[in-house]
């Protein structure tokens, strides 16, 4: 009607302030207000399996990062680019959390467009291209079932028939790994283990 006003559209927050003074938006994630003290903060203290685990603590998603890519080190030799990719691959979760397959698979494609270009964003703030080439996209992916079938049997309470089922065939893995990596941390030792092994990677040409 002529005379009044147009009613604007309700706005939303999309994004999320960090610790580190940064916000960063979901919609519109920029690699500029990417910190990865941010990423390894968040990860520490994001839970995998919705925190359904043996120990006194969770086993975050920080600690799941390190151990996939203890597990792509000692099956391969890899490149600083694979190394940091590795060690990226879910840190979208220092944002919107550890959502569980399943429930991804409820929820449709909207989780994994918003996962995408948090990604994309990440991989660009540490030099990596947005999208990774096929080669390091597969070794990571079988990196990552590995990790899922070890937690998934030694901490989630799975046999060794469902992992098998889920995540494939028992991985060969190290005396190292049983030892340091499968016991959960507590999220200080987690956030510092990860930001070490993040710096050193970074810092090699």
């Not at 901490?155 to 995540?167: C, N, Q, V």
Request: aromatic share 8%; with cysteine; net charge positive.
């Amino acid at each position: 009607m002529k005379g009044k006003r147009a009613v604007r559209p309700r706005t939303f927050r999309a994004w999320q302030r960090m610790l580190s003074g940064r916000r960063l938006d979901l919609l519109d994630p920029s690699p500029l207000d990417i910190e990865v003290e941010d990423i390894a903060h968040g990860l520490a203290r994001v839970a995998r399996w919705n925190g359904q685990t043996d120990g006194a603590h969770i086993f975050s998603v920080a600690q799941h990062s390190l151990l996939t890519d203890m597990l792509a080190r000692q099956a391969t030799r890899l490149g600083r680019d694979c190394r940091l990719a590795l060690l990226l691959h879910d840190a979208p979760e220092y944002v919107i959390g550890d959502m569980i397959s399943p429930f991804k698979a409820v929820i449709g494609d909207a989780y994994k467009s918003v996962e995408a270009r948090l990604l994309a964003a990440i991989h660009l703030r540490f030099g990596l291209p947005a999208v990774l080439p096929e080669k390091i996209v597969n070794l990571i992916k079988a990196s990552d079932r590995c990790a899922a079938y070890l937690e998934a049997t030694r901490l989630a309470g799975f046999s060794t028939r469902e992992a098998r089922r889920f995540f494939g065939p028992a991985p060969k893995f190290s005396a190292v790994i049983e030892r340091d990596y499968l016991t959960p941390w507590p999220a200080d030792i987690a956030e510092a283990r990860y930001l070490d092994r993040f710096n050193k990677v970074a810092r090699e040409r």
